[in-house]
């Protein structure tokens, strides 16, 4: 019975340990914006496999901390989420105003902020 306790006690500990560890950054993270949505995609070769990086893997890359309700980096840094634009199969007349706005609005948050820029075509597929 002592066994079973044991081995019942360890789960729920295993458990726990695993949840809290997936929802590190969820307190911390802007609306909108969740743990496994994609910051880059990176070809494996000509197969057509892609690799994608969570904003989850991508924050513990850089050793981010949730502090007082903000997310910072190793160096205190506060980090700021952008998701881009620009996938468009057929861009809008005005594209090149969109992404000449989304050029300088990066990089004013820059001056203030560490920038991790989502990207916009989360799936690696082309876009034609």
Not at 24 to 38: M, S, T, Y
Request: glycine content about 8%; charged content about 30%; hydrophobic content about 35%.
């Amino acid at each position: 019975m002592k066994r079973i306790v044991a081995i019942f006690t360890c789960l729920i500990l295993q458990a726990v340990i695993s949840v809290a560890g997936t929802d590190r950054f969820g307190a911390c993270l802007p609306e909108g914006i969740h743990a496994d949505d994609v910051v880059s995609v990176q070809s494996k070769g000509s197969g057509g496999a892609v690799t994608k990086v969570t904003v989850k893997e991508k924050l513990a890359e850089i050793k981010a901390r949730c502090r007082k309700g903000k997310l910072v980096d190793a160096k205190g840094k506060e980090i700021y989420l952008y998701r881009l634009a620009g996938c468009w199969g057929n861009p809008p007349e005005d594209y090149r105003e969109i992404l000449q706005r989304q050029v300088d609005e990066l990089n004013r948050l820059r001056k203030r902020y560490r920038v991790i820029e989502l990207t916009c075509n989360p799936s690696g597929t082309p876009i034609h």
